[in-house]
């Protein structure tokens, strides 16, 4: 079923939305060393051109942009940002566009939390205060183009983006024919960008914190024995190694690990076996 003009013409702007914040997001991958995956061709996943990520449950989740630490066009890496991207056209629908963004990357915040992954949602167009505040409750930093951003991008190039629900289709339909005949649509992703220095500049910033963190201190506490504290993780794989579990006044009960980060985040890990110790470190290698 072919679309409407305004169910087109709002498509169109929340495909502008991605390709406004994505060489935004590609300069910082690059800067730290990480890999941007988007929706588009990528060997590891074959024929399909979707972005998805599994949750703990099997759901898969589609996804706009996903930054990666070892990740290659042909390997997964570890997941360190979920940045997704949404245009509402009026506030009436936009809480449900909230939880929309909610239910995707939370269970996966859940899944891959070893590596604590940055939450981001990019909103453009009418979203209400509540709304907004939900996310950022939710551990989400929000980047917000309010709808007269825009316009004014639009405006940038010829084109009025501002209709009220009483439009005609055949307004809306001129709107959508002028984007089709624009000979440089970058310009207005450009334009868009232009108009929230502040607003990027905050993103840019929270979104470095959760990528840029170092482990400070790794605790084991081996319930039989004393505490350890080492500085690296290949430091406590070593020492989980080499400790002997053999009973001694007390009978080994399990590893209490806490990884703690220069953020101040703590990851902990209670591990009955030596084995499963092993793995939850190597999952922070």
Not at 114 to 137: M, W
Not at 210 to 218: G, K, M, P, Q
Request: with cysteine; net charge negative.
């Amino acid at each position: 079923m072919a679309l409407s003009p305004s169910h087109k013409f709002g498509q169109i702007i929340g495909d502008l939305l991605e390709l406004a914040i994505e060489p935004f997001l590609r300069a910082f991958a690059d800067e730290n060393n990480l890999y941007l995956d988007i929706k588009g061709p990528r060997p590891l996943r074959g024929k399909t051109t979707l972005l998805s990520w599994q949750d703990n449950n099997g759901n898969k989740h589609n996804l706009d942009f996903v930054l990666e630490r070892g990740g290659s066009p042909f390997k997964q890496g570890n997941p360190v940002a979920f940045v997704e991207a949404a245009w509402r056209k009026s506030t009436k629908h936009s809480k449900n566009k909230v939880q929309e963004i909610e239910g995707a990357l939370g269970p996966l915040g859940i899944r891959y939390h070893q590596f604590h992954p940055f939450k981001g949602a990019v909103l453009a167009g009418d979203f209400t205060g509540p709304a907004i505040k939900q996310l950022e409750s939710g551990g989400f930093s929000v980047l917000y183009f309010p709808k007269h951003m825009v316009v004014a991008a639009f405006s940038q190039c010829g084109i009025d983006a501002h209709y009220e629900d009483t439009a005609t289709p055949e307004e809306i339909k001129y709107k959508v024919d002028q984007w089709n005949a624009l000979p440089n649509q970058a310009a207005v992703a450009s334009a868009l960008i232009a108009q929230n220095p502040e607003g990027i500049a905050q993103f840019t910033t929270e979104l470095k914190a959760a990528v840029s963190r170092n482990i400070e201190v790794i605790h084991i506490l081996p319930l039989h024995g004393s505490r350890y504290q080492v500085k690296t993780v290949a430091e406590a794989i070593t020492l989980i190694n080499d400790y002997s579990e053999t009973p001694s006044a007390h009978e080994f009960v399990q590893y209490e690990i806490i990884v703690r980060y220069n953020t101040g985040t703590k990851i902990n890990g209670i591990c009955p076996t030596k084995d499963e110790a092993l793995e939850f470190l190597s999952k922070f290698s």
